[in-house]
């Protein structure tokens, strides 16, 4: 059984900065991709950022890009969400998710594992 513990969450300003991070148990964590989503209130839980297994590879939904940086460290089993000039819409509850495989995905059906999620929110 895998478990993913998500931390960092908080309240922030308008333009300030989060960084998220997700411990996971188990010791095949290089074994897969990670991803990290949100949800934010009356609304579906969505893509944020991805990545690989090595974490050479990453891929960003287009109202994150140039904003937020995923990270992960693979000797820490630890992932990691970097959110920079963090906006009022931003606001949603993080969850990290274990992809199905190596390869990152936007799809959450393509993920097996969920963290129980750390609430966001900016204040404009």
């Known amino acids: 059984q895998v478990q993913l513990v998500e931390s960092g969450g908080g309240l922030v300003q308008a333009g300030g900065s989060l960084r998220l991070s997700c411990a996971a148990s188990?010791?095949?964590?290089?074994?897969?991709?990670m991803g990290w989503f949100r949800q934010a209130p009356g609304k579906e839980r969505g893509f944020v950022a991805a990545?690989?297994?090595?974490?050479?590879?990453?891929d960003y939904a287009d109202s994150v890009k140039g904003r937020f940086t995923i990270s992960r460290d693979n000797a820490k089993n630890t992932v990691y969400l970097q959110m920079n000039s963090l906006k009022a819409e931003d606001t949603a509850v993080y969850y990290c998710?274990?992809?199905?495989?190596?390869?990152?995905?936007?799809?959450?059906?393509?993920?097996?594992?969920w963290g129980q999620g750390t609430q966001v929110t900016v204040s404009s």
């Open positions: 998710a274990r992809s199905l495989s190596i390869y990152d995905s936007r799809d959450p059906a393509r993920y097996d594992y």
């Open positions: 188990g010791r095949t964590f290089s074994s897969y991709a």
């Open positions: 990545v690989n297994w090595s974490g050479r590879t990453t």
